[in-house]
C-alpha cells in the first residue's frame, strides 16, 4: 500500500474513532419513569381507576416516553399517608382527595367537601374558573407540592348504621368512621368519629372497632362490602354532595417535566373529571338495587333531622374559620362563587 493511502487510512480510522467516541459520550436522553401512590385500591368502583387511567392516557400521549407505575394502597404508605412522602420525594406522585390531608391543615377539607356544599358541576366550576384550583396551588405549594385537579365524584351516602336511626339522641356514643370537616358535626351529636382509609372499614366494622360508617356512594361502598354487615343506609350525603380528587407531585418532579408533559397529566386529569361525574351517577342505581335485595334498607333523613345536622354544620363552620385562616379565605371565594353562581342557578335550572 502506498504510503499516501496510509496516511488516508489513518486519517480516516481517526475521524471515525472520534466520532464514535464522541457518540458514546453524548447523554441519552432518558425517559420519564414515576410511582404513583394510590389511595384506593384498583378493585373499589368509580375511584379506583381514573390514577391507572391517567397513567395509560400518559404513556399513550408520550408514545411510552413518559411511563407512571400506579402502586396499589400499602405498596409504597397506607391509603392516606401520602402528604409527606410526596412532599420529601419518597415517590413522585399520589392520587387521592384533598379531605386526607386535613390533618396537615383543616384548610384541605374546603378543597376536597364539605357539609351543605354545592353538586359535583357548581364545585367544578368554581376549582375551573372561580380560583379554586389557584388557591389549592397556593397551598400545596408551601409544602414542596404542585395540586392537579383530578376527578369529581356526584353526592355520597351519608351513613351504614345496624340498626335504623330514628332520632339523633341514638347517635350518642357510636364509635363511627367519618370523613372530612363533617365528622366534626358528628361530634356536636355525640359520636366519637375517625377516618379511616377504604381498607380498613370493613374489619373496623366486622370486628366492632366501629358502630357504624360512611365511606362513599352505594356503587364504591358495595365493592368494600360495607352493606354486608349493616343493613341501614341512610341519604342523602349531606356532608359530601360531592368530592373532589387530586393528584399530587413533588414540585421538584414536577419541574423537570417538560411543557409537554406537564400538559399530558393535566389533560389526563381533566378528563377524569368527567369521567368520575359520569361513572358516579351511572352505577348508582343498580348498587342500591342489589343492596335491597340483599337486605339493605334504604333511608332517607327527614328534613327535621337534616334541619339538625345544619344547624350543627354553622356551628362547626364558624369555629373553622375564626380557628384557620386558611380556611376563611377558601371559604370567602367559595362563596363569593356561589352567590353569584347563584343567579344563574336559580333562574336556569328547573
Not at 404508605?77 to 399520589?94: E, H, L, T, W
Amino acid at each position: 500500500m502506498k504510503f499516501s493511502n496510509l496516511l488516508k487510512s489513518a486519517a480516516l480510522a481517526g475521524i471515525v474513532g472520534a466520532v464514535s467516541l464522541t457518540t458514546a459520550a453524548d447523554p441519552v436522553e432518558a425517559k420519564t419513569r414515576w410511582k404513583m401512590h394510590a389511595a384506593f385500591a384498583s378493585t373499589v368502583a368509580v375511584i379506583g381507576p381514573p390514577p391507572r387511567r391517567v397513567a395509560a392516557a400518559i404513556d399513550a400521549m408520550s408514545d411510552g416516553d413518559f411511563a407512571i407505575k400506579v402502586e396499589e394502597p400499602g405498596a409504597l404508605v397506607g391509603g392516606y399517608a401520602y402528604f409527606d412522602p410526596v412532599s420529601q420525594g419518597a415517590f413522585a406522585a399520589a392520587f387521592g382527595t384533598p379531605g386526607a390531608n386535613q390533618g396537615k391543615n383543616s384548610a384541605y377539607a374546603f378543597i376536597s367537601t364539605w357539609p351543605f356544599g354545592p353538586a359535583a358541576p357548581e364545585f367544578v366550576a368554581w376549582f375551573m374558573h372561580g380560583g379554586g384550583t389557584e388557591l389549592a396551588e397556593e397551598l400545596y405549594a408551601r409544602d414542596n407540592i404542585q395540586y392537579i385537579l383530578c376527578g369529581m365524584i356526584p353526592p355520597e351516602t351519608s351513613g351504614w348504621f345496624r340498626e335504623p336511626i330514628n332520632s339523633l339522641d341514638q347517635l350518642k356514643g357510636l364509635k363511627m368512621r367519618f370523613f372530612g370537616i363533617g365528622a366534626k358535626v358528628m361530634q356536636k351529636f355525640g359520636v366519637s368519629t375517625q377516618q379511616l382509609a377504604a381498607a380498613d372499614i370493613y374489619p373496623a366494622l366486622e370486628r366492632g372497632t366501629i358502630d357504624a360508617t360512611e365511606f362513599s356512594m352505594p356503587a364504591i361502598d358495595k365493592t368494600l362490602g360495607l352493606n354486608q354487615i349493616a343493613k341501614h343506609n341512610y341519604f342523602p350525603g349531606w356532608h359530601q354532595q360531592s368530592t373532589s380528587n387530586e393528584i399530587l407531585v413533588n414540585m421538584d418532579k414536577w419541574n423537570d417535566l417538560s411543557d409537554a408533559q406537564r400538559a399530558m397529566m393535566r389533560t389526563a386529569c381533566t378528563a377524569q373529571v368527567a369521567e368520575m361525574i359520569a361513572d358516579g351517577e351511572a352505577s348508582q342505581f343498580e348498587a342500591m338495587q342489589a343492596n335491597v335485595a340483599s337486605g339493605v334498607t334504604n333511608h332517607r333523613w327527614p328534613q327535621e333531622i337534616l334541619d339538625q345536622f345544619e344547624a350543627a354544620w354553622k356551628e362547626v363552620l364558624a369555629e373553622e374559620l375564626a380557628a384557620n385562616a386558611d380556611s376563611k379565605k377558601i371559604w370567602d371565594s367559595i362563596t363569593t362563587f356561589r352567590e353569584n353562581y347563584k343567579i344563574w342557578k336559580d333562574m336556569g335550572y328547573l
